[in-house]
């Protein structure tokens, strides 16, 4: 087997500080909706984290499962993600398949989303149960940056 030469850990600590948190975005998954490489990230050492939770560019997309299946997240959850993300524009996922017992939670989520409408980018909303509510949180005000929203919705008997 060829020599490889080992990393040190001096190596790494001495990476600027921009040039890591540069690396650190484009570790972010083309559906960067989910907050697993922010958890991968921060794991790693004290700087990590610093750097992790201080990049907003990181917080920027977020993926919302309403469903009676899936855990939901809190709203303290949606509220530290949109914190952390301070004014970088977001794209935002939100799914809701179930059709009564997750409406009341889609409408919290969307109340706490449409706080923040002149910062989405891309919003897409896949509900089981569009109603006019919903789609008055998505389509009443301002949103400066959007680039995209597409709602779609189905009916099952």
């Known amino acids: 087997m060829p020599n490889v030469p080992t990393l040190k850990r001096a190596d790494v600590s001495r990476i600027p500080l921009e040039i890591l948190t540069e690396i650190f975005v484009h570790c972010l998954p083309a559906d960067s909706a989910s907050h697993e490489t922010q958890q991968l990230l921060s794991g790693v050492c004290r700087l990590w984290r610093t750097l992790v939770l201080a990049t907003p560019a990181l917080w920027a997309s977020l993926n919302i499962i309403c469903d009676v299946d899936v855990p939901r997240p809190p709203l303290s959850v949606i ?18 398949q179930s059709h009564i017992r997750s409406h009341s939670h889609v409408l919290a989520v969307l109340t706490a989303l449409a706080a923040v409408r002149q910062r989405w980018r891309k919003v897409y909303i896949d509900s089981a149960r569009m109603t006019q509510d919903i789609l008055d949180l998505v389509t009443l005000g301002e949103a400066p940056l959007l680039e995209s929203l597409c709602a779609t919705s189905y009916h099952c008997p």
């Open 79 to 96: 509220h530290t993600h949109l914190q952390r993300s301070r004014n970088h524009p977001l794209s935002l996922n939100i799914y809701a």
